[in-house]
């Protein structure tokens, strides 16, 4: 078929300018291939009709001759093109045998018959191609959510330029209600960014001073003005615009197997036609003219159209679905493999959890002192916010949250791998582990002990909070926080609903401590958990989980996870908006945090495989039918046609309702 592949771009097909251009050429140089098919194909209907005109109204024949001439031109022009570029690579495809069935209705007498068929094998591409088109409005919606231009301050002024023209660290300005146009950072202002076209996010995220923003995303509130950290051609859009075009090339095992066969069995076609007219020819004594209509008739029933077309019209839909909701499928071979996932494992650290330590518990210890919670965090805060520890952050980010106003903190002194001190709030503060205060005199330590080693139990790192006398080396403990890198919320969900889709094991990996891995395994409800794991041991896991379960995908945060990511069936990078390693490394991306998505993933694969079938069942189906019925009660050349044609659109129609998937 001609319109079986396809390009994302509308582009016009380019041929030298000279004063020796044929129309068809100039045609080209004009308008898309596609347009100049549909032109072609009305001239075919045209030229079809007013010679069937002709003969019924017994006009002279050079008239009729000259119609159907025009309309065997302009109907198999696209046809003769595809067949040669086959024959070329020493291949023949559906293309060439339409071309000769129809060639061969004129040689028995029967042009109005040809000319039909090329009319209508024109217009069954034109048709795929315009169905096909839904699927590249998918990806070229992706295309236009990049501004062509950015606002740039330059040498004091502003000043508008085209997004090739602006350079890393130039900074870009940008308006309520406008795109961005490249990635950044955020250096002033604060709002709601709509980042759904990119990593299929529902609700706007927040960002302020520090945080990253990718182009295509829409400013919904204050404006802003970002550091440019990347060019145009190595923004997060570019990058997911370039691999879905490229994913658009990988093709399905399905559609590959197809393919492969198709050169057979058009092979097969053509031999089978010659024996159509050799046996009833010379064995029967049939008349030429009836042995060679009915075996061009034959030709047609029995061409692989509907079976060509009926793969990527499927997979591609899938692959503009997903792209659609912020789900990357690299490829079609991806599509189809994700139905057969039978275990995931996911990785702990940013994928399962946040990836980030949050104060998780604050416990008094002191039954004596006047102090609450909020006095014991406003005091911890105090001392750690000179501090740039990940746990010191933590603990300020929680008094932040409960917008407690800190006091100034002097005199601050750290111990790397302990603990901190400072004078704040008229008394000296320490907060630190066990072996912070291990040469200390501790008052109250019994009290917080249990408390520490329930923690413990949990997998939570814990702080002692102090009030210390240092001249006489002498602790009084406050309390304790506990600080974890928390469960996402929505993980024990993802997991029931994975478990209902009929994933057999789910498995935890992580390279943290067996005591931190079992209390996030039990909050999360998996089947198996794996720690102290480094990364040649996940890869070697993955292997014996293969060999047990069967196919595995992994699914990490694209930057750790690499090797892993890599060695499984399937690889899932999530959260890789902005994830070079994630992008290039997984099969699978999910551009947000959204767990959720890798239930959507199985469910579209499986529901492609299904659509697949049925699409595959039909078309054979369709062809042993017109096959049996021309053998069987003489079918018509038009009827065959029609038959043949009809279940090449149906086919594809059918595939694209991947389009409209919504999850199970």
């Not at 004009?30 to 100049?36: D, E, I, S, Y």
Request: with cysteine; glycine share 8%.
């Amino acid at each position: 078929m001609t319109q079986d592949t396809i390009e994302l771009s509308p582009g016009k097909i380019k041929q030298p300018a000279d004063s020796g251009e044929t129309l068809f050429q100039q045609l080209q140089t004009k308008f898309p291939a596609q347009r100049v098919e549909l032109i072609f194909t009305i001239i075919t209907f045209i030229t079809m009709m007013a010679g069937l005109a002709a003969d019924w109204l017994e006009a002279p024949r050079v008239f009729a001759t000259v119609f159907y001439t025009i309309a065997y031109i302009t109907g198999g022009t696209f046809g003769v093109m595809a067949g040669l570029d086959s024959l070329r690579h020493f291949t023949i495809d559906v293309d060439l045998l339409m071309v000769l069935a129809a060639l061969g209705a004129a040689l028995v007498g029967a042009p109005f018959e040809g000319a039909m068929l090329l009319f209508l094998f024109s217009l069954s591409n034109v048709l795929q191609a315009y169905a096909m088109d839904r699927t590249r409005n998918a990806i070229r919606a992706l295309m236009a959510l990049r501004p062509a231009e950015a606002t740039i301050r330059r040498d004091g002024q502003m000043v508008t330029l085209p997004i090739e023209e602006v350079g890393v660290g130039d900074r870009m300005f940008v308006k309520p209600g406008e795109r961005l146009a490249l990635d950044g950072r955020i250096i002033e202002g604060r709002s709601s960014l709509d980042q759904a076209a990119i990593t299929g996010e529902s609700i706007p995220v927040a960002k302020e001073p520090g945080d990253n923003v990718l182009a295509g995303s829409i400013n919904q509130r204050g404006s802003l003005e970002v550091e440019v950290t990347r060019l145009a051609e190595d923004t997060t859009l570019a990058k997911l615009i370039k691999m879905v075009e490229e994913a658009q090339g990988q093709k399905a095992q399905t559609q590959r197997f197809i393919e492969k066969a198709e050169q057979y069995y058009a092979l097969g076609v053509i031999i089978m036609t010659a024996v159509a007219i050799v046996l009833p020819l010379f064995l029967l004594k049939e008349p030429f003219n009836v042995t060679f209509y009915r075996a061009m008739t034959l030709m047609v029933a029995a061409s692989p159209c509907a079976i060509v077309i009926s793969t990527p019209a499927t997979v591609l839909s899938a692959i503009g679905n997903g792209a659609r909701k912020g789900v990357l499928f690299k490829g079609g071979v991806y599509v189809e493999r994700a139905a057969d996932i039978k275990v995931i494992a996911f990785d702990k650290t940013g994928t399962l959890t946040e990836g980030k330590p949050r104060v998780t518990d604050i416990v008094v210890c002191d039954a004596h002192w006047d102090g609450d919670e909020t006095d014991l965090l406003r005091l911890a805060a105090a001392v750690e916010a000179k501090s740039e520890h990940p746990l010191a952050q933590a603990i300020v980010l929680a008094a932040q949250a409960r917008e407690i106003a800190l006091p100034e903190a002097t005199d601050f002194h750290s111990e790397t791998g302990l603990g901190v001190r400072a004078e704040t709030d008229g008394r000296q503060i320490a907060v630190g582990n066990r072996r912070y205060y291990a040469d200390w005199v501790m008052d109250g330590l019994e009290n917080a002990t249990a408390v520490l080693e329930q923690f413990q139990d949990q997998g939570k790192t814990s702080v002692i909070i102090a009030d210390i006398t240092e001249t006489t080396r002498r602790a009084h403990v406050l309390g304790v926080l506990a600080i974890a890198d928390v469960l996402r919320p929505d993980v024990a969900d993802v997991i029931k609903r994975l478990k209902n889709l009929g994933v057999e094991h789910v498995a935890m990996l992580t390279g943290d401590n067996q005591r931190v891995a079992a209390a996030i395994a039990r909050q999360a409800g998996v089947d198996a958990y794996y720690a102290e794991l480094l990364p040649q041991d996940k890869m070697q896991l993955l292997q014996r989980l293969t060999n047990q379960y069967g196919p595995v995908a992994m699914v990490g945060d694209g930057v750790n996870d690499a090797p892993a990511l890599a060695t499984a069936e399937i690889g899932i990078a999530m959260g890789a908006a902005g994830t070079d390693v994630a992008l290039e490394t997984a099969d699978i991306v999910l551009m947000s945090d959204d767990l959720s998505k890798i239930a959507y993933v199985i469910g579209l694969s499986r529901k492609t495989r299904k659509t697949l079938v049925q699409n595959l069942a039909f078309a054979i189906g369709m062809i042993m039918v017109l096959i049996a019925s021309v053998l069987g009660f003489g079918l018509a050349l038009p009827l065959s046609v029609i038959g043949h044609e009809g279940s090449t659109v149906l086919v594809s129609l059918n595939g694209l309702r991947l389009l409209r998937y919504k999850g199970e």
